[in-house]
């Protein structure tokens, strides 16, 4: 079971739901074994010339076990005002920070990670 500061952000749900409008892009990715799904819906700023774009902010829609619901509400906290090209170590530092996962939980960062990718944020 992930630990408590995973936990409260799972139970807080922030974050939860998808923007709309041409400005957004969205990634999709699943676990095929425990069949968890993870949908990110993300805003970007344009970076300046040579520089990476930013996400501006990030939704989600997961369902699947507490750590693949909890990881997506932390990259909704962490992920905002990122550059792209940042934000899966971002994400992997937050994870870190926030007790880490179990060995049978890193799928939940794979999957969210895949789907930000498949958005292009990272």
Do not use: K
Request: aromatic fraction near 2%.
């Amino acid at each position: 079971m992930v630990g408590e500061s995973l936990r409260q952000l799972l139970v807080r749900g922030e974050g939860v739901g998808a923007f709309v409008g041409a400005d957004v892009r969205s990634g999709r990715a699943g676990h095929p074994v425990c069949g968890d799904q993870v949908e990110l819906s993300l805003q970007f700023t344009a970076g300046p010339a040579g520089a990476s774009d930013r996400i501006t902010a990030l939704r989600w829609r997961a369902s699947g076990c507490p750590a693949t619901l909890a990881i997506c509400a932390l990259a909704h906290h962490v992920l905002a005002d990122v550059p792209c090209a940042d934000a899966a170590s971002v994400l992997r530092r937050a994870i870190l920070a926030h007790g880490g996962l179990a060995a049978h939980e890193r799928h939940a960062e794979a999957m969210v990670l895949r789907a930000l990718a498949a958005a292009g944020g990272g």
